[in-house]
Nanobody, 125 residues
């Protein structure tokens, strides 16, 4: 079993920054981690992912250059640094862990077996 707990969401003005954290407990060794987001009335959407080693990352095109995903395996924590935030970044952000260890990064939600409860990010214009 894996439990994921996100934190760091909030209300910020356009152009501002937030850092989301996702603390994991349970089996984490070897598993890629991802961040997804879901805006009201829309489907859950891939944002960023990182391999177990941290050497490889992948981003949604619209957040490249603004968001950075990282992880600290000693702390079992994954981070999403979000800079230059835009109103269209407003959503509930979820972290997730891959359902299979040591495989290539996936941008598909179905590849992720465990999810956190989400944290709200609101960007005002």
């Amino acid at each position: 079993q894996v439990q994921l707990l996100e934190s760091g969401g909030g209300l910020v003005q356009a152009g501002g920054s937030l850092r989301l954290s996702c603390a994991a407990s349970g089996r984490t060794v070897g598993y890629n981690m991802g961040w997804f987001r879901q805006a009201p009335g829309k489907e859950r959407d891939f944002v960023a992912a990182i391999t177990w080693s941290g050497r490889t990352t992948n981003y949604k095109d619209s957040v490249k250059g603004r968001f950075t995903i990282s992880r600290d395996n000693a702390k079992n924590t994954v981070y999403l640094q979000m800079n230059s935030l835009k109103p269209e970044d407003t959503a509930v952000y979820f972290c997730a862990t891959d359902s299979t260890a040591f495989r290539s990064l996936s941008t598909v939600a179905d590849a992720y077996g465990y999810w956190g409860q989400g944290t709200q990010v609101t960007v005002s214009s």
